[in-house]
């Protein structure tokens, strides 16, 4: 065969692949279905990043175990896993085949966006590198450059077959992505995994119910936002807009440069805690020893008898405290930290039995605490009003009237990284 005739052959057959390729991910739009491009692999092997995949909007009521759905939460980007369990009532339950773990948070029907029917493989890739360029810029790109190689090589007809039809992939799969992309939630080692699992955090937290939580996440400013409403904190001496405890979140972190600094807490029992709580906070030391009893959350009248709760740092400034005061007696669980400048997550959790202090997703210490926690006017606080603030940056702090299971801590620190 000449190389002229080995070029026509190659570019027909390379023009037929692709016309069918095309044509598998475009024509089902003629009745509604909606194509993504895969862009993580947490739905490895049955679809991997690079790969489209076509969503039909089936209502949710015939959705059964096994299928493969696309859903989006509002203010986040599509994910596609499959539906483990669950139903219509409370929620589907979801998991990336390559994931150890099922998402953290049901998903409701009305944010189901449909079925996955056909999966179209690699035909996303030129679009999911081209994801950053907009749409018309890509489309006259690919036509203009396909105009200029087809006049340079006009008789060859192989060559401006196959030019045709990669021109065509560009243009047309930079098109999909362009409106909205498959964010695939993983826990599988890709590239995009982080900040994909990032986004559950909060979602998380949320689902947990706490009575309060803050982000912590404002750019300036002396307010912190509750997410739940009830109590929005007024910060004194306090920085923002420092890096979270989040990997990969955008969301950003308070500082408490000096033992002076705080956010308090308006006044009220809605933070006041006689059965069983949790309370956790994400904190990075920037001084060491740290203020000497630095205090990190704390809902404390200043003597014996006056501590709903708190987690802080000890007299010598080198160990983190879990404390309650019951009307049985004061109860503490502590544990030795290093001088690391590292974000840890600290919980201290009350079951009406025992308290436990939680240091990085894991049990540190515990010790019986029985009786009921005293109650206090006092204002709850982030940091303390008598200059007795720990020093360093303080993130997502959420209060709970409920003692969360050993696994939910665990879980929740590891969506954190």
Same mark, same amino acid.
């Given at each position: 065969?000449?190389?002229?005739?080995?070029?026509?052959?190659?570019?027909?057959?390379?023009?037929?692949?692709?016309?069918?390729?095309?044509?598998?991910?475009?024509?089902?739009?003629?009745?509604?279905?909606?194509?993504?491009?895969?862009?993580?692999?947490?739905?490895?092997?049955?679809?991997?990043?690079?790969?489209?995949? @076509?969503?039909?909007?089936?209502?949710?009521?015939?959705?059964?175990?096994?299928?493969?759905? =696309?859903?989006?939460?509002?203010?986040?980007?599509?994910?596609?896993?499959?539906?483990?369990?669950?139903? #219509?009532?409370?929620?589907?339950?979801?998991?990336?085949?390559?994931?150890?773990?099922?998402?953290?948070?049901?998903?409701?029907?009305?944010?189901?966006?449909?079925?996955?029917?056909?999966?179209?493989?690699?035909?996303?890739?030129?679009?999911?590198?081209?994801?950053?360029?907009?749409?018309?810029?890509?489309?006259?790109?690919?036509?203009?450059?396909?105009?200029?190689?087809?006049?340079?090589?006009?008789?060859?007809?192989?060559?401006?077959?196959?030019?045709?039809?990669?021109?065509?992939?560009?243009? @047309?799969?930079?098109?999909?992505?362009?409106?909205?992309?498959?964010?695939?939630?993983?826990?599988?080692?890709?590239?995009?995994?982080?900040?994909?699992?990032?986004?559950?955090?909060?979602? #998380?937290?949320?689902?947990?119910?706490?009575?309060?939580?803050?982000?912590?996440?404002?750019?300036?400013?002396?307010?912190?936002?509750?997410?739940?409403?009830?109590?929005?904190?007024?910060? =004194?001496?306090?920085?923002?807009?420092?890096?979270?405890? /989040? /990997?990969?979140?955008?969301? =950003?972190?308070?500082?408490?440069?000096?033992?002076?600094?705080?956010?308090?807490?308006?006044?009220?029992?809605?933070?006041?805690?006689?059965?069983?709580?949790? /309370?956790?906070?994400?904190?990075?030391?920037?001084?060491?020893?740290?203020?000497?009893?630095?205090?990190?959350?704390?809902?404390?009248?200043?003597?014996?008898?006056?501590?709903?709760?708190?987690?802080?740092?000890?007299?010598?400034?080198?160990?983190?405290?879990?404390?309650?005061?019951?009307?049985?007696?004061?109860?503490?669980?502590?544990?030795?930290?290093?001088?690391?400048?590292?974000?840890?997550?600290?919980?201290?959790?009350?079951?009406?039995?025992?308290?436990?202090?939680?240091?990085?997703?894991?049990?540190?210490?515990?010790?019986?605490?029985?009786?009921?926690?005293?109650?206090?006017?006092?204002?709850?606080?982030?940091?303390?009003?008598?200059?007795?603030?720990?020093?360093?940056?303080?993130?997502?702090?959420?209060?709970? #009237?409920?003692?969360?299971?050993?696994?939910?801590?665990?879980?929740?620190?590891?969506? #954190?990284?």
């Amino acid at each position: 065969m000449s190389p002229r005739a080995f070029g026509a052959a190659f570019g027909s057959f390379v023009a037929a692949v692709v016309v069918v390729l095309v044509g598998w991910t475009f024509a089902p739009l003629l009745w509604g279905w909606q194509p993504l491009v895969v862009t993580s692999d947490s739905m490895a092997p049955a679809a991997r990043r690079g790969d489209i995949v @076509l969503i039909d909007p089936t209502p949710t009521g015939t959705l059964r175990p096994g299928d493969v759905l =696309t859903y989006r939460r509002p203010g986040s980007d599509p994910v596609t896993h499959r539906l483990v369990g669950g139903d #219509a009532t409370t929620g589907y339950l979801t998991k990336g085949d390559a994931n150890h773990q099922t998402d953290p948070q049901p998903v409701r029907p009305d944010d189901v966006l449909g079925r996955a029917r056909v999966l179209v493989p690699l035909l996303g890739w030129p679009g999911l590198t081209l994801r950053a360029v907009p749409v018309a810029v890509v489309f006259l790109g690919g036509l203009g450059w396909l105009a200029v190689v087809v006049v340079r090589h006009r008789r060859r007809a192989g060559v401006r077959a196959a030019v045709a039809a990669l021109a065509a992939v560009t243009s @047309l799969s930079g098109s999909v992505v362009a409106p909205t992309y498959a964010a695939f939630a993983g826990t599988t080692s890709t590239a995009l995994t982080a900040a994909t699992r990032s986004r559950f955090y909060p979602q #998380a937290v949320l689902t947990a119910g706490p009575v309060s939580y803050w982000r912590l996440g404002e750019s300036s400013g002396t307010t912190r936002a509750d997410q739940m409403g009830v109590a929005p904190l007024t910060c =004194t001496g306090a920085g923002a807009g420092y890096t979270g405890a /989040v /990997v990969k979140d955008t969301d =950003t972190a308070t500082r408490l440069p000096v033992a002076a600094a705080r956010c308090q807490a308006p006044t009220g029992s809605a933070l006041t805690m006689t059965t069983a709580f949790t /309370v956790i906070a994400w904190e990075r030391s920037l001084a060491w020893p740290q203020t000497t009893n630095g205090r990190i959350v704390a809902k404390y009248g200043g003597a014996v008898g006056t501590l709903n709760y708190m987690l802080a740092w000890d007299n010598t400034g080198k160990a983190i405290r879990a404390l309650v005061d019951t009307n049985n007696g004061r109860y503490t669980a502590i544990r030795a930290m290093t001088n690391d400048a590292n974000w840890h997550m600290v919980a201290m959790i009350w079951d009406t039995v025992n308290l436990r202090l939680y240091i990085d997703g894991i049990s540190v210490d515990g010790l019986a605490a029985p009786g009921t926690p005293v109650s206090t006017s006092t204002a709850a606080t982030l940091g303390y009003i008598a200059s007795d603030s720990m020093v360093g940056d303080i993130d997502e702090v959420a209060i709970f #009237a409920r003692a969360l299971a050993a696994s939910e801590i665990a879980d929740l620190y590891a969506l #954190a990284q």
